[in-house]
């Protein structure tokens, strides 16, 4: 059984709205073995190695269906079993993940091994362990060369992956914190490999590491992590502390000892989780030995009068105290008859222990500080305590070293609360654990004493979350509402685009309407990521990395994703759910790649935007497979989108009171205009957007409609969407690629990115309605990596619309021979009566612009559809005609008014055609009197 290739989705997927791994696994031989063939030799080891599988379900949904699926009849298939191995090997390092499904795909014996997963690096180890794991369970002769490492040990296996794991995982205070916010309904971002954690979209976010918080001032955590100066602070505002004294040196720190009086506490200066913390010493032998003990952690140490008393954390939020807990050190309690060691195993056994953070205790160990505390009672790993007898491991009753806790909230004192309250507030901390030591945490220290040892600015909430006993405390809470106030926002507001053709384009045009309506926009293009109109990372930026980057960037208050094929298929979506989704049309482009071989496939895909929108689903009505995503969205609202004003199913939509962009005639043309809730609002004119050419882009009249829905359905105001439509214009600056004109030449440019037959027909009806006094010359190109057939259909579809021809290729050839493409798209065009003298074939992408832009006379439109866009762009305006002495070839076709005037029936508005300097055609219109 191989793994042939592994794919991880971080967000919404074809298989799920959650992360997941997906394994595209070769059985092999294995396929004619299932599990009931392999028998109880296989089956029975499985169980003993992972017995957790006993509680999945599978297809039975009851705890058992698995078992019964793996042990009963002929069993079932080895890629389903490392579904539920990789599933279980997670939850067993600490993590809960519980999906899976498995299914054929492709030749005999190949599957998709989909799986939930928690951490990105922890869940494919889980697949590659799991993968061994059943391998070292296989009668030799079933596997292969390779497939077992040598001397492979599953239980140092399994150790070594919980203990990977656990280094990657988050701890458990961030992980509180960040349940508290799944809670609350905040998105999260983890931004970096350590605790440091995101919560919120934007300018909305606040951040915490750990238990500091983005609010928690650096003066504050300085002053707690000085032990010293804590100390003083502390002591002088009355409250009870211990006598201290800061040493650099050893006989210093004998010194300090005797003038603070045995016994005393020996610790680092700025160490943390009790580490190099000696207690009860009482001669200056032992201070010495204490002294190098802290000198491990910190340049500094501190000698001060050791309390007697029990270890208190007690945490305070925002000014308030919200948990104590009374802290026990890792301890054995002699039987009379086990060793030391035996004891220790005995405690270890107690479910509720396991490696680090993996569970609510941590496994004791036997360590050198815990041999000193042995050898300083005269006992040894093989002595044997008496019953009944205490004996310490931990001078520290820190959980992570073995320690346990006792929930002692609702029995403090109020004197001590309120200590605890003034301590924190004197540090400056927004949460804070104050460490107190007192013999009885219900009495006021007034009365019985104590004193407050340390205050610390990153306090652990497990003892809290999960104490040994009494009750656990919801301590992450507290946090999160002092982030997020009750009623303030987490989130901003999303918009994703997806479609074959038009997304760019329409993302463009969204981010602009929202800037110019006073937004901060984040935007995701093919192009690049942009800041409020500024690009900060050039390159295809459609995954969810792109993503990441906008919802990360603090000034950023809205956001507009594009969202396309590639990145759905290679990582899922970036964010779990948007407030608008679109998808704008489904066309053949990038079919038979990536498992994607049928319209349908495609539609599927693209649909997850739609899938995951919370508020609209914005929809194409004039796309029969847009139309059936209807029925797949949860959005609250649903919009439609049409050009055609009779559509059924849309005016059957909108008298039922639904939302609609519909393209109507009028008097004075075509005007975009919204349905919603019974309401008919004209919105604009067509040729009024400077982006459609007078309406003669009728791709960029939908892509209006389009982005006028999703401006509205965001709750835009109509003067704001007008105005946004009304001055986006497809400069080069405004949309690279996205039929940019340059008619600064004798001849117009047009330089457009479309690189599939729709994208190319689209164009071709442009090229089409424009007046031309000379010829139209085309330049035409595919991707490498597109079918024969979508090549093929671009040349039959650019044939008859144009007097010259010249093909080219990409640079990147994806796969093909050098002039392969070029060629395909040469025969295409002859075998739909272009003639051999109107085509030619310049392989080379610059070569052939440069071609193309010598060869245009004055009067012609020259069409290049380009794939380096800025690289052409700068050949387009950097080209210098010389002055043309041919005659300007005559069109045969017949002659369209060059300068049209239109009035309406009444006369009571005209239109005049006006040419700006850039020699593009707009609309001016006057009013005239009735």
């Known amino acids: 059984m191989r793994i042939l290739d592994q794919a991880v989705y971080v967000g919404p997927s074809l298989y799920a709205r959650f992360p997941v791994i997906r394994l595209h696994v070769d059985l092999g031989p294995l396929e004619d073995w299932p599990s009931g063939k392999l028998g109880p030799a296989f089956t029975d080891p499985l169980l003993a190695a992972l017995p957790g599988l006993h509680t999945h379900t599978c297809s039975y949904g009851v705890k058992g269906g698995f078992v019964r699926r793996l042990t009963e009849g002929d069993g079932t298939w ?54 061994t794991l059943l391998h070292s369970l296989l009668p030799p002769e079933l596997r292969c060369e390779g497939d077992l490492p040598a001397h492979f040990d599953w239980a140092v296996a399994r150790d070594e992956f919980i203990r990977f794991t656990q280094r990657r995982a988050l701890g458990p205070s961030t992980a509180a914190l960040v349940r508290a916010a799944e809670e609350r309904g905040i998105p999260w971002i983890r931004m970096n490999e350590q605790s440091l954690i995101q919560l919120g979209h934007g300018r909305f976010q606040q951040r915490i590491q750990a238990t500091i918080t983005g609010r928690t001032p650096h003066v504050s955590v300085e002053l707690a992590s000085d032990k010293e100066e804590t100390n003083r602070l502390l002591g002088n505002l009355g409250l009870p502390v211990p006598k201290q004294r800061l040493v650099q040196e050893v006989e210093d720190a004998v010194a300090a000892a005797e003038r603070v009086g045995y016994p005393v506490v020996v610790k680092p200066y700025n160490a943390n989780h009790g580490r190099g913390v000696s207690i009860g010493l009482t001669t200056a032998e032992e201070v010495r030995a204490g002294f190098e003990t802290a000198r491990e952690h910190s340049r500094s140490v501190i000698v001060e009068s050791f309390i007697r008393g029990d270890d208190h954390r007690m945490l305070v939020v925002n000014g308030k105290l919200v948990a104590v807990s009374r802290r026990v050190p890792g301890h054995l309690t002699g039987d009379g008859r086990s060793t030391v060691e035996a004891l220790v195993e005995q405690v270890n056994a107690d479910p509720r222990r ?23 009672r005269g006992y040894t790993r093989t002595s044997v305590p008496a019953a009944g007898e205490h004996v310490p491991l931990r001078s520290t009753g820190n959980l992570s070293t073995g320690g346990t806790a006792t929930d002692m909230t609702d029995l403090v004192h109020p004197d001590n609360a309120e200590m605890a309250e003034r301590a924190v507030r004197a540090i400056g901390l927004d949460v804070g654990g104050v460490d107190f030591l007192t013999t009885d945490i219900t009495e006021s220290y007034k009365e019985v004493g104590g004193a407050i040892c340390e205050v610390n600015a990153a306090p652990g909430f497990r003892m809290h979350m999960a104490p040994s006993e009494g009750r656990a405390r919801d301590v992450a809470a507290p946090v999160i509402e002092m982030l997020f106030p009750a009623g303030s926002p987490s989130r901003i507001p999303i918009a994703a685009v997806t479609g074959t053709n038009g997304k760019t384009t329409t993302a463009r045009m969204l981010a602009h309407i929202q800037k110019l309506a006073g937004h901060h926009v984040g935007l995701t293009t093919t192009d690049g990521v942009y800041i409020d109109g500024q690009r900060t990372v050039p390159g295809d930026m459609t995954g969810p990395v792109a993503t990441r980057m906008v919802l990360s960037d603090p000034n950023v208050d809205l956001a507009v994703l594009e969202v396309a094929r590639g990145g759905l298929l290679r990582a899922g979506m970036g964010v779990r759910h948007c407030d608008v989704g679109a998808v704008l049309n489904i066309k053949a482009d990038h079919l038979g790649l990536r498992g994607v071989g049928t319209l349908e496939q495609l539609a599927e895909v693209k649909r997850i935007v739609v899938e995951v929108a919370r508020d609209t689903a914005v929809l194409n009505a004039d ?28 005016r059957e ?15 004075k043309g075509q005007m975009i205009t919204i349905y919603d809730r019974g309401a008919h609002i004209p919105l604009l004119w067509t040729h009024l957007i400077p982006a459609t050419l007078e309406g003669r882009a009728a791709h960029n009249v939908q892509n209006a409609m389009f982005a006028a829905a999703m401006a509205f359905s965001m709750g835009l105001k109509l003067e704001d969407i007008r105005h946004g439509l009304r001055t986006f214009d497809t400069t080069f600056f405004q949309a690279p690629g996205r039929m940019n004109i340059f008619s600064e030449h004798p001849f117009k440019v047009i330089l457009d990115y479309g690189h599939n037959p729709h994208a190319v027909e689209a164009m071709c009806s442009l090229a089409d309605r424009l007046e031309v006094r000379g010829r139209r010359i085309a330049v035409l190109a595919a991707p490498g990596d597109r079918r024969d057939q979508d090549i093929r259909d671009i040349g039959r579809i650019a044939a008859g619309c144009f007097d010259r021809y010249i093909c080219r290729r990409d640079d990147n050839l994806r796969g093909r021979q050098g002039d392969e493409v070029p060629r395909l798209l040469e025969e295409a065009l002859r075998e739909h009566g272009v003639t051999e003298d109107q085509i030619a074939v310049i392989p080379e992408e610059q070569a052939a612009v440069d071609a193309a832009l010598r060869e245009a006379q004055p009067g012609d439109l020259l069409l290049i559809f380009g794939d380096q866009i800025t690289r052409s762009w700068k050949q387009i305006i950097g080209y210098r005609p010389q002055e043309a002495s041919a005659p300007v070839p005559t069109r045969t076709r017949a002659a369209r008014p060059e300068s049209p005037v239109e009035t309406g029936p009444r006369n009571d508005a005209r239109r005049e055609f006006v040419r700006e300097e850039r020699g593009v055609w707009l609309a001016r219109e006057t009013e005239t009197e009735d």
């Open 623 to 650: 796309d029969p497979l847009c139309l059936k995503m209807a029925d797949y969205t949860r959005a609250r609202h649903l919009c439609y989108v049409t050009t055609d004003p009779t559509h059924a199913l849309v």
């Open 653 to 667: 939509h909108v008298e039922a009171g639904g939302r609609g962009v519909v393209l109507e005639s009028g008097v």
């Open 78 to 131: 080895m890629g389903h079993i490392l579904e539920h191995v990789a599933i279980e090997l997670q939850n067993v390092a600490g993590e809960h993940v519980t999906f899976g499904k498995t299914r054929s795909n492709g030749p005999r014996g190949h599957y998709y091994v989909i799986y939930q997963y928690e951490q990105e690096e922890v869940g494919p180890e889980a697949g590659r362990l799991g993968l």
């Open 354 to 376: 396991g490696i680090g953070h993996e569970k609510v205790l941590t496994r004791l160990e036997l360590d050198e500080q815990a041999e000193r505390l042995l050898e300083a």
